[in-house]
C-alpha cells in the first residue's frame, strides 16, 4: 500500500527566505508525483508535475525534484512572498489499480512580511 | 477547456439526514475520484472510477455512502445518514487514463457541515 507523508506539517518563515517542502513515498512504482497549492476554503491547484522519468520540473520560482530510488520529492520554492503562504500538498500517481491517486498530509506554510 | 466544476459549494444539514454531492469531470476523462478531507489532513480517496466502474472504494464507509457514475460522465456521491464526523470537505478529480504525464483536476469542492 503506497504511503505519502510531508515534514514538517507546518512552517514559518520571514518573506524572501527560500522555502523547501519535502515530500517521501513508499511504493515507487509511480506514474508521476504531482505538488498541489490549497489556500483556505478553496480546491487543490495543480502548481507541478514530474513524471517518472524525470529528475526534476520547473515552473518560475518553483523547482520540484524527484528521487524515485529514494522515495523522496522536495518542493523548492525561491525568494518567499506573503502571497506563498498556503498548504502545499504533493500526491502520486501510482501504476497500479488504474493509476491511483494518494495525496500526502500537507505543509501548512505562513510567509512573515 | 471547462474544469471539474462541482456542486453545491456549502451544504449544512443535521446528522441523521442525507445529502448528494455532483460532480462533472472534464470532457473525456475517464478517471474520475472522490476524496474526503477533513480539516488540517491531506485528502482521503474514497472511491475512483474508470469510465463507469469501480476500480477503488476500499476507504468507502459503504453502511452510509455510495456513489455512481452513469454513463461514465457525471457522478454523484450520497451519505445517508449522515454523522457528525461526515463533516469535511468533499473533492472531485478527473484524469485521462494513467501515462507518466496524466495530471489529475481538482473541482472546487463541496464543503459539508453536519450539526
Known amino acids: 500500500k503506497q504511503e505519502v507523508t510531508q515534514i514538517p506539517a507546518a512552517l514559518s518563515v520571514p518573506e524572501g527566505e527560500n522555502l523547501v517542502l519535502n515530500c517521501s513515498f513508499t511504493?515507487?512504482?509511480?506514474?508521476?508525483l504531482q505538488w498541489f497549492r490549497q489556500d483556505p476554503g478553496k480546491g487543490l491547484t495543480s502548481l507541478l508535475l514530474i513524471q517518472s522519468s524525470q529528475r526534476e520540473q520547473t515552473s518560475g520560482r518553483l523547482n520540484a525534484s524527484l528521487d524515485k530510488s529514494s522515495g523522496r520529492s522536495t518542493l523548492y520554492i525561491a525568494a518567499s512572498q506573503p502571497g506563498d503562504s498556503a498548504t502545499y500538498l504533493c500526491a502520486v500517481m501510482i501504476k497500479a489499480a488504474g493509476n491511483k491517486l494518494t495525496f500526502g498530509g500537507g505543509t501548512r506554510v505562513l510567509v512573515k512580511p | 477547456e471547462a474544469g471539474v466544476a462541482q456542486s453545491p459549494r456549502y451544504k449544512i444539514i443535521e446528522k441523521r439526514q442525507s445529502v448528494a454531492f455532483w460532480c462533472n469531470p472534464i470532457?473525456?476523462?475517464?478517471?474520475l475520484y472522490w476524496y474526503q478531507q477533513i480539516l488540517g489532513q491531506g485528502p482521503k480517496l474514497l472511491i475512483q472510477?474508470?469510465?463507469?466502474?469501480?476500480?477503488?472504494d476500499s476507504q468507502l464507509p459503504k453502511d452510509r455512502f455510495s456513489a455512481e457514475r452513469l454513463k461514465g460522465v457525471d457522478s454523484t456521491l450520497k451519505i445517508q445518514p449522515a454523522k457528525l464526523e461526515d463533516s469535511a470537505v468533499y473533492l472531485c478529480?478527473?484524469?485521462?487514463?494513467?501515462?507518466?504525464?496524466?495530471?489529475?483536476?481538482f473541482g472546487q469542492g463541496t464543503r459539508l457541515t453536519v450539526v
Open positions: 470532457s473525456g476523462h475517464a478517471t
Open positions: 478529480a478527473s484524469s485521462l487514463v494513467g501515462r507518466p504525464n496524466t495530471e489529475a483536476f
Open positions: 511504493d515507487s512504482a509511480i506514474y508521476n
Open positions: 472510477f474508470q469510465n463507469n466502474g469501480v476500480v477503488d
